[in-house]
């Protein structure tokens, strides 16, 4: 917990930093995006949200049961 | 019939994407088929049209489950197998405003047993630069749980559930991002399956099948059990706690390493651990390949027990579950994705393999499923 916490005290600190628009080239890759296709998510991560016992994080779940 | 109604609205989107700039149409189908003789179908398809070039959109999105279970869970109640089909959709709105991207969706899914209506509010900010984004959002979801050929009337049970996000994109350096979100998750109400009941045992049984050599499995408990066989019963609130990091390293001309790590803890005990390393290649300026695994490990709830043991002047446990996702388990996934754009139109075709053992649960030790899933998007 400690190491996570740390690593995102260092993140919100780099935020003084800024990305001059000439560094920006591999950012605007399309590999770099943070967020995957959200249709294409929305589909895996109800499937996940079913076969996995822990709650909310990254994805999420849809809605109904999913029993099985 | 869904089937045609859902090829239907796909023509009818793509007509009409045809003759109007900013929009999109996709279709996706999932497929799930594990060895605990469980398939899932779900056909997707959605629309989007672009607001504004900041993010702004408003889009539509249909699913439909259908889902075939003869698994453990299912015949363990002396059930051979079931059928259900649920379907689910999606409206959402997002709109720029300067340095601002509030959003608001809709969701609503229904099952022959269950109902579900929820709402998002999500707000995303650029923190003085692009380098900088902070998004927050709240969720409220209302279920309605009844039983299969019940009317809802005749027997319903409610759960409300709120989600709270907080996250931070960063901009680290020219080829590494990184990406914090904490999310709060309270349930509160009915959290049982209603047909779900907990096989009780009494000490002699356990002695009997251990003297017999039997162990206490999918086939046998059923000739050690007591016969009283009472529902299943969990705390009617649960809160949970998820923290997720994501750091993206650009390989340059080669692509990107992506690293998800999340750790999550509940009021439950459960306490959960993922981590999910991806490798993001471009083969061409219009293909890429993902290469992906995912680990899975959690403990079990505090009041999780493989067999649940009574004397006969016990009562019978207050909290008592056979929900193998409240149980200790591991899981491990491991998956290829190929990404291809060309033009208006995109497309992906992926497939994964996931196995799962449970060390403390009395019907299953391991399953193995394969999941497929593919999609194609246009946008004209």
């Known amino acids: ?68 | 019939m869904r089937l045609q109604l859902t090829a239907a609205l796909l023509a009818l989107a793509a007509s009409t994407a045809a003759a109007q700039d900013g929009l999109s149409v996709a279709a996706d189908t999932l497929v799930y088929d594990d060895t605990d003789n469980v398939t899932v179908v779900s056909p997707q398809v959605s629309v989007h049209q672009e607001l504004d070039e900041d993010g702004g959109e408003v889009s539509a999105r249909a699913v439909v489950d259908v889902i075939s279970a003869a698994s453990v869970d299912v015949v363990s109640h002396a059930t051979s197998s079931f059928e259900e089909v649920r379907t689910e959709a999606v409206l959402s709105i997002a709109k720029a405003w300067d340095d601002h991207l509030p959003s608001f969706s809709y969701r609503f899914s229904i099952e022959p047993d269950w109902e579900s209506h929820g709402v998002t509010a999500g707000w995303q900010s650029r923190l003085g630069t692009p380098d900088s984004v902070l998004t927050a959002s709240y969720s409220v979801t209302s279920d309605t749980i009844g039983r299969s050929e019940t009317p809802f009337e005749s027997w319903s049970r409610s759960l409300v559930t709120h989600g709270g996000s907080v996250g931070l994109t960063q901009v680290i350096s020219p080829r590494l991002l990184v990406r914090g979100v904490y999310t709060l998750t309270v349930q509160d109400g009915y959290l049982e399956k209603p047909y779900r009941y907990v096989p009780l045992f009494d000490a002699d049984a356990v002695e009997r099948a251990r003297a017999s050599g039997d162990a206490l499995d999918l086939h046998t408990f059923g000739a050690y059990r007591l016969s009283a066989r009472p529902p299943e019963e969990v705390p009617d609130q649960r809160v949970g706690h998820a923290l997720g990091v994501r750091g993206l390293w650009s390989l340059g001309s080669a692509g990107a390493l992506k690293l998800d790590y999340q750790i999550y803890a509940d009021s439950w005990d459960l306490l959960a651990h993922a981590l999910e390393p991806e490798l993001r290649l471009r083969l061409t300026d219009d293909l890429q390949l993902h290469v992906y695994a995912r680990g899975y490990l959690q403990s079990a709830a505090f009041f999780w027990q493989r067999v649940y043991v009574v004397s006969q002047s016990d009562r019978i446990p207050r909290f008592r579950t056979l929900d193998r996702e409240l149980s200790s388990y591991v899981s491990l996934t491991g998956g290829a994705r190929v990404e291809w754009r060309h033009g208006p139109v995109a497309a992906y075709a992926e497939g994964s393999v996931m196995a799962t053992w449970w060390d403390d649960f009395l019907l299953l030790d391991d399953r193995l499923a394969l999941v497929g899933q593919a999609g194609v998007r246009w946008t004209p």
Do not use: I, K, Y
Not at chain 1, 9 to 30: F, K, N
Not at chain 1, 37 to 59: I, K, N
């Open chain 1, 1 to 68: 917990m400690r190491a996570l916490l740390f690593v995102f005290s260092v993140t919100v600190a780099a935020g003084c930093a800024t990305t001059r628009p000439w560094e920006r080239e591999d950012l605007a890759q399309p590999e770099m995006a943070p967020d995957g296709d959200p249709d294409r998510e929305a589909l895996r991560d109800h499937l996940r949200s079913t076969r996995e016992g822990a709650l909310g994080g990254f994805g999420g779940g849809g809605g109904g049961c999913g029993c099985n």
